[in-house]
Every structure is written in structure tokens, then in C-alpha cells.
């Protein structure tokens, strides 16, 4: 079974911190992917990635970056959190062939106080 | 951009009745995916279609990629309560390259 780990299910932050989201996949996905879910929103991308180092913005990029130094791991970073980057944050990964067939981890609940 | 349209929003049914759901566009579609959410995990791929018409079937699921390619459906049949959870589709515009777009998701709850 694929497996997509995320490394935090809570977390509470402080307005103006820096956040780092990590999330790991252990089936050798090329592709990555970040979204955020919001009640009555559905889920919107925020990046994805087709390969290391690769980085493409999906809808709503903007008050976010991202980082894949290596295949399994890709990093979504808020350079300073703000009170409406409070969110369920997904992550999904799936194979090169099958982009759209993704598999989600359990996602990171952030709250930005 | 391109938007979908799901609903209805939510559903409260009897065990043992059928559901149906659906999602439509004002635009073309080329794939269209169902994903089931449960409470405190993220989603989970039901079914994907890749061809207009298409209708696929997963145990008590089958889905159907409309004809026109801007609608598809969901239908459960014999609801059981582990059917709960929240039911997102999800399609691929001719330009959105590599990106889904979510449906709002409809809520269904099951009662014994």
C-alpha cells in the first residue's frame, strides 16, 4: 500500500512565524502535491512537483513556497504565517503515468493565532 | 477559472437506500475522479474515468463520466454506515495540465 506520512497532525502557530510542512511517500511517486482544504472550498493546489527540485504553482501559490531536495520528500513552507493560512493541509503524491490517480496523506490541521 | 459544481451538499439517508450525487461544469472535462474523505484522514481515490460515457463500478459504487463531458455522477447502492464521509469529485480541464479541480464535496451521514 502507498504510504504519504505528513509530520504533524496539529499545529498552532504564531502570526509572522515561519511554518514548515513536511510530507514523505514511501512508493517512489514522481509527482507531489500541496493543498489546502477549507469548508464549502473543496480542495484547492497550492504546488506541486514532477521530479526533485521541480516545483510548479497550482491556484493559490501566493504566501507560500516549496522544497524537493529528494524524490519521497516535499516540504511546503509559509514564510510568515497569517491568520487566513489557517487550513487542513493535504498532501498527495502519484506515479508519472498516473498524475491525477493521487494518493493523499492524513493531513496537518494549522492554526495561525 | 474552471469551476465544478457538486451536489447535492449534503445527504442524511437510511441504511439501505441508494444515493446519488453529481458534478457538473460549464466546460470540458478530460478525466473525471471520485474520492471519499472520512473524518480525520485525507481522501481516498473511489474511481477514475478517462473516457466520455465511461461508467465504471467499485464494490457498491459506480460512476459515470457524462456524455457531454461536463457532468459525471456517483450512485451507492445499498448504503451501508461506513459509507459516511465527505464524496469529492474531481476533473481535469483541457488547460489545467497536471492540476484537479475539486468539487465543494457532499456530506453523507447513514443511519442505522
Redesign the interface.
Known sequence: DVKVTQSSRYLVKRTGEKVFLECVQDMDHENMFWYRQDPGLGLRLIYFSYDVKMKEKGDIPEGYSVSREKKERFSLILESASTNQTSMYLCASSLGGRIYEQYFGPGTRLTVT | ?QQ?N?SPQSMFIQEGEDVSMNCTSSSIFN?W?W?KQEP??????LI?LYKAGELTSNGRLTAQFGITRKDSFLNISASIPSDVGIY?C?G?GSSNT???I????TTLQVKP
Do not use: D, N
Request: glycine fraction near 26%; avoid cysteine.
Open positions: 477559472g465544478l457538486q478525466t475522479l474520492y480525520g484522514e485525507g481522501p481516498v481515490l477514475a469529492f474531481a481535469v497536471g492540476k484537479l475539486f468539487g465543494q464535496g
